[in-house]
């Protein structure tokens, strides 16, 4: 089964940048569209970005656009999220997920999933 893991995340000032990583263990990545969602308290989580199996990234947050980008490393077998002029309203929980080849703009549709990173930012 494909385990994906998180990690990169932190307290960071508003206007700093972060990288959040999503790697996998046992399979390959390649053949999977890896989206970025995040979930902060009291909300529904949220697609945030997501880059298919042929290496096309959307953008499914209007509010990361300009700031996110998203790209993956065939070799490491991860793929990234770099973060960039973070603001106090991207604090949430991050998990990345897996569903086959195209990317997918709803959580449900996703099968696989990490245990998620926190990313808090705040002065």
């Known amino acids: 089964q494909l385990q994906l893991v998180e990690s990169g995340g932190g307290l960071v000032q508003p206007g700093g940048s972060l990288r959040l990583s999503c790697a996998a263990s046992?399979?390959?990545?390649?053949?999977?569209?890896i989206g970025w969602f995040r979930q902060a308290p009291g909300n529904e989580r949220e697609g945030v970005s997501c880059?298919?199996?042929?290496?096309?990234?959307?953008d499914f947050a209007d509010s990361v656009k300009g700031r996110f980008t998203i790209s993956r490393d065939t070799a490491e077998n991860t793929v990234y999220l770099q973060m960039n002029n973070l603001k106090p309203e991207d604090t949430a929980v991050y998990y990345c997920?897996?569903?086959?080849?195209?990317?997918?703009?709803?959580?449900?549709?996703?099968?696989?999933w990490g245990q998620g990173t926190q990313v808090t930012v705040s002065e």
């Open positions: 997920a897996a569903t086959p080849r195209v990317c997918r703009r709803w959580r449900d549709e996703y099968e696989y």
């Open positions: 046992k399979f390959t990545l390649d053949y999977y569209a």
């Open positions: 880059i298919n199996s042929w290496d096309v990234s959307t």
